[in-house]
């Protein structure tokens, strides 16, 4: 279990020492401290609403902290942007544009320098590469609404990991997608080619987790468990998870966690 | 005799300055109306049309021309919404709705109270036969700077419209982005109130758009049909209106909803052929 007392240290590639993000008056996640060492898979699980894309946004640098802090290898999440590849709940996408396997994988290479670019024969090679990391080479001119839920994931993936960051967020990578699938992506996420990087995933399946991941972080608004899946998902832990608890944050504010 | 029935009309320099008009004008609106429908911003685009009447009552009393106003009507509008929308927790339909009816209602009370002298109808319905040199000069020179900025902007535009939490995360300036594409709607709405009015503007901007989408399976292969729609539809109706002595806004309408309806049926007969 992560502590205060040794959060800072240098082995640390992000660190969330008291975070807490609030919408208005309500607090979306309540001093949460956990810290994450390099190249580790980690699961977010709790219930709906319980903070998990609050977390993420937090930490890709799309939403202030109330309080607390959170330091992706030692820098604020919104200068360590370039650090980070963020494949967002599958809802958030427009899905009315009907766009190429390619077209997506490529939007992994557009920035804000991006201007006049339709040199796709130099892109073309990294598109590829990363369309095969993750299976799915064949479908490169595929419109991407014609793909089954676990490909389009793929798709997610490859857009990720054409960035090159050395974090990935998968918020709710597993919705609406098989059995079969989902092993397919967790079989790409601990393949060897990922080793190197550092794999958030949100999910609500909470079997088996150790089998997946290193480490779980149990989340329902606070921090209700981090750690090895086998040690910290205790009947106990799940209860508070996903068992009501609203008394518990009556007194609670930003900066100021109940008495 | 086809030939001249595609010919005659232009022996008049007014024919001609409407058809340079026309395509221009079918061009812009078609391009946006790729990204509108898709975007589910029609009601939006409505608005704006709809929004820069109090603007142009203003103007005109100034004693400036409705193409004069445009562009500068256009981006007040474009900002004033984009804000509006972003910072109510109304929902946008309704505060697109709220803002739509109480700028037109201001509009028409404005037009009223400063005495101003417009032809409504021809602001609602479009005027393109009015068209002179110096609207053709603004129509060109917004006709450039929308093609322009979306050639230049089209992969940052489609990154953000396709995710666009992705790319803001990716570090692109997301609330740039989006009023870039306000005020290229907004632009893209404005240049064409002569040609088919406030109230038909909708039309040329999301029926060639739509029909494109029906027949085609990439955005890049629906964005080509949809200019070509949006061209023929505009030339075909400046056309028929001239030969059936019919108001030509709506004849423009019309013709791209019939060429709607073929994509549609066209659509339907290659599923069933499948």
């Given at each position: 279990m992560t502590t205060k007392e040794n959060?800072?240290?240098?082995?640390?590639?992000i660190v969330s020492d008291g975070c807490c993000v609030q919408y208005g008056e309500a607090l979306a996640i309540d001093d949460v401290t956990f810290s994450i060492t390099k190249g580790k898979k980690i699961a977010v699980v709790g219930p709906n609403g319980g903070g998990k894309s609050t977390l993420f946004k937090a930490l890709a640098g799309l939403i202030p902290l109330s309080s607390g802090s959170l330091k992706i290898d030692g820098l604020d999440p919104l200068k360590a942007k370039g650090m980070i590849s963020y494949i967002p709940q599958k809802d958030s996408l427009n899905w009315n544009f009907q766009l190429s396997v390619k077209q997506v994988v490529e939007m992994g290479l557009t920035d804000k320098s991006t201007l006049l670019s339709f040199n796709q024969k130099k892109n073309a090679e990294m598109i590829n590469e990363s369309l095969d990391q993750v299976g799915i080479?064949?479908?490169?001119?595929?419109?991407?609404?014609?793909?089954?839920g676990g490909q389009q994931q793929r798709v997610l993936l490859a857009k990720a990991l054409i960035?090159?960051?050395i974090i990935l967020l998968l918020d709710e990578a597993f919705s609406a997608i098989d059995v079969g699938a989902q092993e397919d992506i967790m079989k790409i996420i601990n393949g060897s080619d990922l080793k190197e990087k550092t794999i958030l995933v949100a999910t609500h399946d909470i079997n088996n987790l150790e089998d997946k991941f290193d480490e779980v972080l149990c989340l329902?608004?606070?921090?209700?468990a981090f750690g090895d899946p086998l040690e910290v998902l205790t009947e106990e832990v799940i209860e508070e998870m996903y068992?009501?608890?609203?008394?518990?944050?009556?007194?609670?504010k930003p900066g100021s966690h109940g008495s | 005799m086809l030939s001249e029935l595609l010919i005659d009309p232009f022996q008049y320099d007014f024919m001609i300055r409407a058809l340079i008009a026309a395509v221009f004008c079918g061009a812009t609106l078609s391009t946006l109306g790729t990204f509108t429908i898709n975007r589910n911003m029609g009601f939006m685009a409505d608005a704006m049309a709809h929004a820069t009447l109090p603007i142009i009552a203003v103007g005109v009393f100034f004693g400036f021309s409705i193409s004069e106003l445009g562009a500068p009507a256009a981006i007040v509008v474009a900002i004033f919404l984009g804000f509006i929308v972003k910072n109510t927790k109304i929902g946008e339909d309704t505060s697109i709705g709220i803002i739509f009816s109480t700028f037109f209602a201001l509009g028409f009370i404005l037009i009223k109270l400063l005495n101003v002298t417009i032809n409504l109808e021809d602001l609602l319905f479009g005027q393109i036969l009015a068209v002179n040199r110096s609207d053709i000069y603004i129509i060109t020179a917004l006709f450039l700077i929308v093609i322009g900025t979306i050639v230049i902007f089209f992969k940052q535009l489609l990154f953000y419209s396709f995710d666009p939490i992705g790319a803001e995360v990716k570090g692109l300036n997301t609330n740039f982005l989006n009023y870039l594409f306000l005020i290229t709607l907004s632009l893209a709405v404005v240049s064409a109130l002569q040609t088919v009015g406030i109230i038909l503007v909708l039309s040329m901007l999301i029926i060639p758009a739509a029909s494109a989408k029906l027949i085609t399976n990439t955005f890049i292969d629906s964005i080509k049909v949809s200019i070509a729609f949006g061209i023929i539809s505009s030339v075909a109706g400046l056309i028929i209106s001239y030969h059936l002595d019919l108001p030509t806004g709506p004849s423009m309408s019309l013709v791209a909803s019939t060429v709607f309806l073929l994509s549609y049926i066209s659509s339907k007969s290659k599923i069933k052929n499948r």
């Amino acid at each position: 279990m992560t502590t205060k007392e040794n959060i800072y240290e240098s082995e640390w590639l992000i660190v969330s020492d008291g975070c807490c993000v609030q919408y208005g008056e309500a607090l979306a996640i309540d001093d949460v401290t956990f810290s994450i060492t390099k190249g580790k898979k980690i699961a977010v699980v709790g219930p709906n609403g319980g903070g998990k894309s609050t977390l993420f946004k937090a930490l890709a640098g799309l939403i202030p902290l109330s309080s607390g802090s959170l330091k992706i290898d030692g820098l604020d999440p919104l200068k360590a942007k370039g650090m980070i590849s963020y494949i967002p709940q599958k809802d958030s996408l427009n899905w009315n544009f009907q766009l190429s396997v390619k077209q997506v994988v490529e939007m992994g290479l557009t920035d804000k320098s991006t201007l006049l670019s339709f040199n796709q024969k130099k892109n073309a090679e990294m598109i590829n590469e990363s369309l095969d990391q993750v299976g799915i080479l064949d479908k490169s001119e595929e419109n991407i609404n014609n793909l089954s839920g676990g490909q389009q994931q793929r798709v997610l993936l490859a857009k990720a990991l054409i960035q090159d960051s050395i974090i990935l967020l998968l918020d709710e990578a597993f919705s609406a997608i098989d059995v079969g699938a989902q092993e397919d992506i967790m079989k790409i996420i601990n393949g060897s080619d990922l080793k190197e990087k550092t794999i958030l995933v949100a999910t609500h399946d909470i079997n088996n987790l150790e089998d997946k991941f290193d480490e779980v972080l149990c989340l329902n608004r606070h921090c209700c468990a981090f750690g090895d899946p086998l040690e910290v998902l205790t009947e106990e832990v799940i209860e508070e998870m996903y068992g009501s608890h609203e008394n518990m944050f009556l007194d609670h504010k930003p900066g100021s966690h109940g008495s | 005799m086809l030939s001249e029935l595609l010919i005659d009309p232009f022996q008049y320099d007014f024919m001609i300055r409407a058809l340079i008009a026309a395509v221009f004008c079918g061009a812009t609106l078609s391009t946006l109306g790729t990204f509108t429908i898709n975007r589910n911003m029609g009601f939006m685009a409505d608005a704006m049309a709809h929004a820069t009447l109090p603007i142009i009552a203003v103007g005109v009393f100034f004693g400036f021309s409705i193409s004069e106003l445009g562009a500068p009507a256009a981006i007040v509008v474009a900002i004033f919404l984009g804000f509006i929308v972003k910072n109510t927790k109304i929902g946008e339909d309704t505060s697109i709705g709220i803002i739509f009816s109480t700028f037109f209602a201001l509009g028409f009370i404005l037009i009223k109270l400063l005495n101003v002298t417009i032809n409504l109808e021809d602001l609602l319905f479009g005027q393109i036969l009015a068209v002179n040199r110096s609207d053709i000069y603004i129509i060109t020179a917004l006709f450039l700077i929308v093609i322009g900025t979306i050639v230049i902007f089209f992969k940052q535009l489609l990154f953000y419209s396709f995710d666009p939490i992705g790319a803001e995360v990716k570090g692109l300036n997301t609330n740039f982005l989006n009023y870039l594409f306000l005020i290229t709607l907004s632009l893209a709405v404005v240049s064409a109130l002569q040609t088919v009015g406030i109230i038909l503007v909708l039309s040329m901007l999301i029926i060639p758009a739509a029909s494109a989408k029906l027949i085609t399976n990439t955005f890049i292969d629906s964005i080509k049909v949809s200019i070509a729609f949006g061209i023929i539809s505009s030339v075909a109706g400046l056309i028929i209106s001239y030969h059936l002595d019919l108001p030509t806004g709506p004849s423009m309408s019309l013709v791209a909803s019939t060429v709607f309806l073929l994509s549609y049926i066209s659509s339907k007969s290659k599923i069933k052929n499948r």
